[in-house]
């Protein structure tokens, strides 16, 4: 049985690897109750904002999704699930004060082939916890994947994911079993790790020592041609990322992944 179908990873848009951790990596999630309610949440931000989610599993202090934010609510969308589980987590435990450390991680995930990886390693959470197997743990979105019947968890939107690997449901879901368990020797886990990432101050002397300019934000006034080109070389750093270089240079993210997709058409 082939492991994906299609050869050809596609570019794709406005999906993003999110994360939110509680404070000083602390529980946020003691019952199967607390987990509940966090998935009722995401069901009614769903409800509102029209978003997908393509995977999430939900751990004792953390949780991570793939979300599909086609109409660029994802801060209002994550503003909506995190402050409302916060107050009905500090009302239940009788405590005050933040529950969620800083503000949620997100970044963006630009091909199918690093979906499908990223889906992998999100479901493989809970055997790199050693606590359970991914095909035991209810807090996740994998199951799904299984198309087992009277799953009430299911939050997922996973037929964007299994169409990437084949159009046939039954052999994509086939795939998918025997994918999820194997390891891709072009990703590790870590890759997936929010700390390897660089941080804004390490990215922009990255940045700057990279293409020898002292004011990063002057690429933007550059003509076309040269600015393109600058956006494509910051892209290929190690540990920087769309999102990031949008924020950093002062342009729109979907232009910055516009660049980079047609970049990487004509440059190695």
Not at 43 to 62: G, Q, R, S, W
Not at 79 to 89: D, E, G, L, T
């Amino acid at each position: 049985m082939p492991r994906i179908s299609r050869t050809n990873s596609k570019t794709i848009t406005n999906t993003y690897h999110i994360m939110i951790r509680g404070i000083n990596k602390q529980a946020i999630f003691f019952d199967d109750f607390d987990k509940e309610k966090f998935i009722k949440e995401i069901k009614l931000a769903k409800e509102k904002y029209k978003y997908k989610i393509y995977a999430y599993v939900i751990m004792n202090n953390h949780v991570h999704l793939v979300i599909d934010d086609a109409k660029d609510c994802i801060s209002e969308i994550m503003h909506m699930i995190c402050s409302k589980y916060a107050m009905y987590f500090n009302k239940k435990y009788e405590r005050v004060g933040h529950v969620f450390q800083n503000r949620f991680k997100s970044l963006c995930v630009d091909t199918e082939e690093y979906l499908l990886n990223l889906v992998r390693y999100i479901h493989k959470n809970p055997e790199i916890e050693k606590i359970g197997q991914k095909e035991e743990y209810k807090w996740s979105s994998y199951k799904d994947y299984l198309y087992i019947k009277n799953n009430k968890h299911k939050i997922s939107d996973t037929e964007f994911v299994l169409c990437i690997i084949d159009n046939n449901r039954k052999k994509a879901v086939e795939s998918f079993i025997y994918f999820s368990n194997q390891q891709e020797i072009k990703y590790s886990d870590t890759e997936f790790e929010f700390e390897r990432y660089l941080s804004d101050e390490r990215a922009v002397e990255f940045i700057k020592n990279s293409l020898g300019i002292d004011n990063i934000l002057e690429i933007q006034n550059y003509n076309k041609k040269i600015r393109d080109e600058y956006i494509f070389k910051i892209a290929k750093i190690k540990g920087i990322y769309a999102k990031q270089i949008s924020r950093l240079l002062g342009i729109g993210e979907r232009n910055i992944q516009k660049i980079i997709k047609e970049k990487s058409k004509t440059c190695p």
